[in-house]
């Protein structure tokens, strides 16, 4: 019942396109448009593009479910958002399934329906790159599953079951990682862990733990070596501040947003950026009220424990306590208290720790049911009534970025994302000086964060506006001098517009910067060759060969016309005869044929 009402809610999906970052970690990914180029892919940061391991994502079960997605459907949004729906169906169930071993049937219902319809949700739902969220969750849920049925015949295949479940869940989304903290809490939810207690419960739970233990720190080291750490490099967008100030007083002020998503979600937002949350200097009220609120609930929580423990199907009012304790150790991926993480509040992230709130929420309405009939069935109804319409309401919005980013526009003209939008739509309209004002609105915002000035050069340089987008790289270069992604653009711009002495000295930056990067080596070595200096460009061309370049046709035939302006004819003929190994068209080859009969007429240098 609880999967139905989950999927009748949110069946409004089914219309929705692709949307926001879809078109980054969908449409714009080759890599998982292709199932024979999928291996590799799984093996790189989850976000693709050169800032895909400043994200801080490496989500491979993920990357895998889009791509097997992709090859069955052809890339329909239709089919995508159907798994996504389908996805949130069996995470519902599994609440309803995990809350049934903690408290009676009807209690564990009425969370599960909470769970459902929540409008929080409607992000991880609507939004085809949510579907990573019921994914992690579902997975987690399983092995809470198996881990809370029929203790007393806990053994090593049910130990070695939930890990597995747990490797797969981080794999879909690292948030899944604190589920080790969750099963503790569980575990003296129906027992008290005390010291005589202690004994019997790690004999019968140590291999679990054990298991889990090593199963993270592997997944630690796979995903170091994915993305150069552990945890995130990229700060919240606009937010490179707070690695110079104490950033507690922006956090603690984003705290209150949890509380509000979660009990009152009737503003929901696609960004929670600096402007929509801003960057604090200082203890604010904002601040101050969300360290009052996480204290008071964890005193509340610390209250509710002593209660006597839970029995399967037999709750107490230590269920309250477990609910809360539940979503903070749920949030704490995402909290940037452990570290600073890419984003300061979004609504997916709380698909996870929301299993608390329906938890809490679930006995709640229970106890009131069962105190008062008529009143407890009335709020229940206004509860659930309330959170489906404002879900239904919602769905739309996610149709597609334009309505996204209206909408986000419309309610939070703050936002530096929204102007960024605004930009784009202005631009391909052809109002670029309108949409040059956006952008630079946006780049305000955003304290000219590095990432989305660049990504707004580079609209401008597809749209056909390089003058405009060399403001933007010239400006992002000189604020972040050791990053090579804009002067690798604006050395592309100034090569187009036959300023080589300034595209050497952006592509110089750049190689500099990434010399294991070819193509930016290419850059330098097309600006040198402009500029006469032939004998560099050899050395350049070399190595952007040596970086990856070396089994494609175009840099060994320009590096053949680097040497024929030395003179080096034999160089020239091999550069010439390993272009020949890679010519994959007749209008290649033709060139090759050319080159050749320009070298038959160059003289042979005495040496």
Do not use: C
Request: charged fraction near 15%; avoid cysteine; aromatic fraction near 8%.
């Amino acid at each position: 019942m609880v999967a139905v009402a989950g999927v009748l809610v949110h069946l409004g999906v089914l219309a929705n396109g692709f949307a926001y970052d879809d078109a980054v970690l969908i449409l714009g990914d080759p890599g998982i448009q292709s199932l024979s180029r999928i291996g590799g892919r799984l093996l790189e940061p989850s976000w693709p593009g050169a800032f895909g391991a400043e994200v801080g994502a490496w989500r491979p079960l993920t990357t895998l479910m889009w791509a097997l997605t992709w090859s069955v459907s052809g890339g329909s949004a239709l089919v995508f958002h159907g798994l996504g729906l389908a996805l949130h169906a069996v995470a519902s169930a599994l609440v309803v399934l995990v809350l049934a071993e903690l408290m009676p049937v009807l209690a564990a219902t009425l969370g599960g329906l909470v769970f459902a319809v929540h409008p929080v949700h409607v992000e991880a739902v609507a939004n085809i790159v949510g579907s990573a969220e019921p994914l992690a969750t579902g997975l987690a849920l399983g092995a809470v599953l198996i881990h809370l049925r029929a203790p007393e015949r806990y053994g090593l295949g049910r130990a070695a079951s939930v890990t597995l479940l747990y490797a797969l869940a981080v794999l879909a989304k690292e948030g899944a990682a604190v589920l080790p903290l969750i099963f503790v809490l569980l575990d003296g939810a129906r027992m008290d862990l005390d010291v005589r207690r202690l004994k019997p419960w790690l004999q019968r739970h140590g291999a679990t733990y054990g298991m889990m233990s090593v199963a993270l720190a592997l997944l630690l080291v796979a995903r170091s070596m994915v993305l150069g750490g552990v945890t995130s490099a990229s700060t919240p967008p606009g937010g490179l501040v707070l690695l110079d100030i104490p950033r507690i007083w922006t956090v603690a002020g984003a705290w209150p947003h949890y509380f509000r998503l979660l009990f009152f979600p009737l503003d929901l937002s696609a960004d929670y950026g600096p402007n929509v949350i801003p960057i604090a200097f200082g203890w604010s009220a904002a601040s101050v009220t969300g360290v009052v609120l996480v204290v008071g609930t964890l005193f509340l929580a610390g209250h509710f424990w002593r209660d006597a423990p839970t029995t399967q199907g037999a709750g107490s009012n230590r269920l309250l306590g477990l609910g809360a304790l539940w979503v903070a150790a749920a949030l704490l991926p995402v909290a940037n208290i452990l570290y600073l993480g890419p984003v300061l509040v979004a609504e997916r992230t709380l698909y996870l720790p929301s299993v608390g709130f329906a938890l809490a929420a679930g006995w709640g309405l229970s106890v009131l049911h069962h105190r008062r009939k008529g009143i407890g069935l009335l709020v229940t109804v206004l509860v659930l009534a309330a959170g489906a319409v404002r879900s239904v309401a919602r769905i739309p919005v996610w149709r597609s970025s334009d309505t996204v980013m209206s909408s986000l526009l419309d309610s939070h003209p703050e936002s530096g994302r929204a102007w960024f939008s605004l930009g784009q739509r202005l631009s391909a309209e052809g109002r670029e000086t309108d949409a040059r004002r956006a952008f630079m609105y946006a780049v305000g915002i955003l304290n000219s964060e590095y990432k989305e000035t660049t990504e707004i050069a580079s609209h401008l340089m597809a749209t056909g506006h390089p003058e405009s987008a060399r403001l933007f790289l010239r400006r992002a270069w000189r604020e972040r001098p050791e990053w090579p992604a804009a002067p690798g653009l604006l050395a592309s711009i100034e090569l187009n517009a036959g300023r080589f002495a300034e595209a050497e000295a952006a592509a110089r930056a750049a190689a500099g910067a990434q010399p294991s990067n070819g193509s930016l080596q290419q850059l330098l070595a097309e600006s040198l060759s402009r500029l006469g200096r032939h004998e560099e460009a050899a050395a350049a061309r070399q190595a952007s060969i040596h970086a990856g370049l070396g089994d494609r046709f175009r840099p060994w035939f320009l590096l053949s016309g680097d040497h024929m302006s030395l003179g080096n004819t034999s160089a020239a003929l091999a550069a010439l005869d390993s272009a020949a190994l890679r010519a994959g068209s007749a209008e290649e080859r033709e060139l090759i044929r050319q080159a050749r009969g320009e070298l038959v007429r160059v003289p042979v240098p005495n040496e």
